[in-house]
């Protein structure tokens, strides 16, 4: 039976990349959890922004190898030392990808414009002086600024940029980035979003969130001008529902277990 997910034992490290921990495994398992859906949506370019360690690009092409064989994957990160890591783990798993390092997808927006079914990003998302945002090696990884939001805001745009009209963006949040102004953002460029994932750790509180274009929306977006950047009720009673309901769900199957 073919891998669904990469091996951590295969996975490659270096004491300068980040290696795969509770948000990695979040977001693998969000695409876990959508992978029926991921197999009907037929993806032919899959993008990861930040790729590290290579875990969940690998994962995400172990998963769709076998019914979207056509589909090809890119990978970027800024830390060079990242990309030969992804590139070891991804050969450990017999799949490939096409590799970059650069800044998000900086000299990429020609080539990739409209044209990316799949992106997933766990971005720096760790609220830190701004001045530790962007440094060389491994503090790359989490470094995220004021809020953890100052690359997450730089990459929300390019998202909607390179994602394809019916692409899909699958984000690792943290509750300090404010998911809920996050999705009103990305409501005002036309999306909708829902929480695929959602996990509580001793140190941190994660949100997977998906993101996809719905003409409705977009409609709305067209016709309404934003007089502030507070995430409408409705907005936030949504969210709020939705890690509610996923937390009661989490804690049935854990006293279950």
Not at 15 to 42: G, K, Q, T
Not at 77 to 99: Q, W
Not at 126 to 138: A, H, M, N, S, W
């Amino acid at each position: 039976m073919s891998l669904r997910t990469a091996q951590i034992r295969l996975v490659s490290s270096h004491p300068e990349v980040y290696e795969p921990c509770d948000d990695s495994f979040a977001l693998v398992d969000a695409l876990l959890a959508d992978r029926i859906n991921l197999l009907e949506h037929r993806p032919m370019l899959c993008m990861e922004v930040g790729c590290g360690s290579g875990y969940v690009i690998t994962s995400l092409a172990l998963m769709l190898e076998q019914e979207v064989p056509w589909a090809h994957y890119i990978a970027t990160d800024i830390n060079p030392r990242a990309v030969e890591v992804t590139r070891k783990t991804l050969e450990a798993h017999g799949v490939c990808a096409e590799l970059i390092n650069t800044d998000i997808a900086s000299g990429l927006e020609k080539r990739l414009a409209g044209l990316v079914d799949v992106m997933v990003v766990n971005p720096p998302y760790v609220p830190t002086p701004e001045d530790e945002v962007g440094r060389e090696g491994i503090a790359s990884a989490w470094a995220g600024g004021e809020n953890g939001r100052s690359v997450i805001d730089k990459i929300l745009p390019i998202a909607d940029k390179l994602l394809s009209k019916t692409g899909w963006l699958y984000l690792v949040t943290l509750t300090t980035n404010d998911p809920s102004q996050i999705c009103l953002q990305m409501r005002e460029k036309g999306y909708a979003a829902r929480i695929v994932v959602q996990r509580s750790t001793e140190e941190e509180n994660l949100h997977i969130i998906k993101f996809w274009r719905d003409f409705d929306i977009q409609m709305e977006a067209k016709e309404t001008v934003p007089v502030n950047k507070t995430a409408p009720v409705g907005v936030m009673d949504t969210l709020l529902s939705q890690v509610h309901r996923l937390s009661l769900w989490i804690s049935g199957n854990n006293s279950s277990n």
